[in-house]
Nanobody, 126 residues
């Protein structure tokens, strides 16, 4: 399994932007499909965005489409989540996840991921 460490969270105001990063250990990052999930206070974990091994395919939850952009740099073993036009409802702990995959596809089901990071807190004030 790959070890994942998120960073970039913090406190922002509505309308601000943030960029989250997820750094993976090991030399096989390009073998993993990646995803971002979040858990808001008192709510279940929800899917945010996913990206295939090469980055050629991406998928977003309807709630973030148009505001969030997922990307990856396989040479740096890093995945990103650019968050624009922050909303108070984006307040949550954001987790990155990895799934080893033989196909260049994405996964939106959190149950299919093998490795998870510890999470980074994003708090948005109105």
């Amino acid at each position: 399994q790959v070890q994942l460490v998120e960073s970039g969270g913090g406190l922002g105001q509505a309308g601000d932007s943030l960029r989250l990063s997820c750094v993976a250990s090991g030399r096989t990052f390009s073998s993993y499909a990646m995803g971002w999930f979040r858990r808001a206070p008192g709510k279940e974990r929800e899917f945010v965005a996913a990206i295939s091994r090469t980055g050629s395919s991406t998928y977003y939850a309807d709630s973030v489409k148009g505001r969030f952009t997922i990307s990856r740099d396989n040479a740096k073993n890093t995945m990103y989540l650019q968050i624009n036009s922050l909303k108070p409802e984006d307040t949550a702990v954001y987790y990155c996840a990895a799934r080893r995959s033989n196909s260049d596809i994405y996964y939106s089901n959190g149950g299919l991921y093998d490795s998870w990071g510890q999470g980074t807190q994003v708090t948005v004030s109105s």
